[in-house]
């Protein structure tokens, strides 16, 4: 089973994201790169180079449903009539009719997110998603953790590992221990955890960071000798940036516990003092990763929590 990263073009700040061809019976391509021009030549180039066509492929697996994965889907599924395309049903990006906007302005809100910012997200949230077409509820068959795609040469295991996105999965070939681990693994910086809602319970916001931790502690069983990631370079040394990323956490905690005073804060007036340079792009983000250390600090007895003024605030422990 020969797996082919093809590097293709996004308009976003993290620059290319890899898709894989799978080149192998049946055609199976993960991810897609977003709907812009220079996204859909960059990745039939890369498939014309494997002697491949759109027409050939026969599934569109995601591994999750970020705009730079997942925008072409529609169009590829489209032109390849027979292919499926396969994603988790945590993820939500790809659905149309979704209440979304509504569940994520609560989310904001309860994290202290002034109105007019709130109104600024909203905008550039609506600008992303014209990099990606939406799918209607029967045109999408569900990833399952722990079945297989099958191929006529072996298999990849399907491993749901949540954090970065609710429904992000990952692909583990385990006769030589390689997984594709889409935006969960990256080789140069710490995935972001962003701010959803709780698949199960949209009022309540999903436990990102937490969720993250117990993914990439799944990953690490599998002992992994080569993991391809949605950006950069593939990892080589998986156990080094596990350690690494365990760091990286606990010392990002330690600054935001710090940052949380007596009197009581909400997750944006950290964000706001752990990146007080970050323009509107960034805010979303800032806030995200407040949140998700806030959260895990919590859960882990480090501050308190409570709420006021529909607002959660959160306190140093005396
Ligand atoms: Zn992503
Ligand atoms: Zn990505």
Known sequence: MRIIPISVPTPFYIGPVNCYLIHEDPLTLIDTGPKTKEANEALREGLRKARVRVADLKRIVL?????????????????????????????????????????????????????????????????????????????????????????????????????????????????????????????????????????IDPTRRFPSLAEYLVSLARLRTFAPTLVYGGHGEPVKDFEELFNRYLRAVRERQAEVIKLVPKAGATAWDVSREMFPETDDVHRFLAVSEAVAHLDLAHSEGKIGLEMADGKEVYRRNA
């Not at 529609?74 to 049903?89: F, P, Q, T, Y």
């Not at 949230?125 to 297989?148: G, P, T």
């Not at 006769?175 to 955890?193: M, Q, W």
């Open 63 to 199: 591994t999750h449903a970020h705009e730079d994965h997942c925008g072409l889907a529609r169009s590829l599924r489209d032109e390849a009539k027979d292919a499926k395309v396969l994603v988790h049903s945590w993820e939500t990006g790809h659905r149309t009719g979704r209440l979304e906007h509504a569940e994520h302005r609560a989310l904001l809100v309860r994290a202290g997110v002034p109105d007019k910012e709130i109104e600024s997200m909203r905008r550039l949230y609506q600008d992303v998603r014209m990099y990606a077409d939406s799918f209607e509820q029967d045109e999408y068959s569900e990833l399952r953790d722990e079945e297989e795609l099958e191929f006529d040469n072996g298999a990849l295991r399907i491993i749901h590992t949540p954090g970065h996105t609710p429904g992000s999965c990952s692909f583990v070939r385990e006769a030589d221990r390689t997984v594709i681990a889409g935006d969960c693994v990256l080789k140069r910086i710490t995935p972001n955890p962003i701010l959803s809602p709780d698949p």
